[in-house]
C-alpha cells in the first residue's frame, strides 16, 4: 500500500517515483555537441548549459539552506555555497561567450606595417624646388 501511496504522491505533484531514472537533459546536450557543426548551434548549446546550470545553482541553494537547517556541519553548508557560487560565475561566463561562437571570426592581419590611406592626391616623388640629378 505504501508503494502505492508514493506512486500517487509523485504522480499528482509531478515527482518521478523511486523506480524512474532522474531526467538527464544535460545528457542530451552533450550529444549534440558531437553533432552541431553550425556556429549557431554551438553558440545555442552554450546558452542552454548556461541555463541548466542557472537550475543547478538554484538545486545547490536548496540544499544549501536543507543542509543549515538539518544542522548539518558547517562545513557542508560553506562546501554548497562555493559550489553555488562557482556554478553561477561559469554560467554567466557562458553567457558572456556563447555570442562569440555565433560571430563569423575574424580576418588576423599579416604581421609587419599596415598600409596607411591619405586622402588627397599622391605626392611629388621630390619635393618642390629640388631637381633629381
Do not use: K
Amino acid at each position: 500500500m505504501t508503494v502505492f501511496a508514493q506512486a500517487l504522491h509523485a504522480h499528482l505533484f509531478g515527482l518521478p517515483a523511486d523506480d524512474e531514472p532522474l531526467p538527464t537533459a544535460l545528457d542530451a546536450l552533450l550529444q549534440a555537441t558531437h553533432t552541431a557543426t553550425a556556429p549557431e548551434q554551438q553558440a545555442a548549446i552554450l546558452r542552454q548549459v548556461a541555463d541548466q546550470l542557472r537550475n543547478g545553482v538554484e538545486i545547490i541553494q536548496r540544499y544549501q539552506y536543507r543542509a543549515q537547517w538539518d544542522r548539518l556541519p558547517d562545513d557542508v553548508a560553506e562546501q554548497l555555497r562555493d559550489a553555488h557560487d562557482q556554478a553561477q560565475q561559469v554560467a554567466q561566463t557562458l553567457d558572456l561567450v556563447a555570442p562569440a561562437l555565433s560571430s563569423p571570426p575574424a580576418v588576423p592581419r599579416p604581421p609587419g606595417p599596415q598600409p596607411r590611406h591619405t586622402a588627397g592626391p599622391p605626392a611629388s616623388p621630390t619635393p618642390a624646388g629640388c631637381r633629381r640629378r
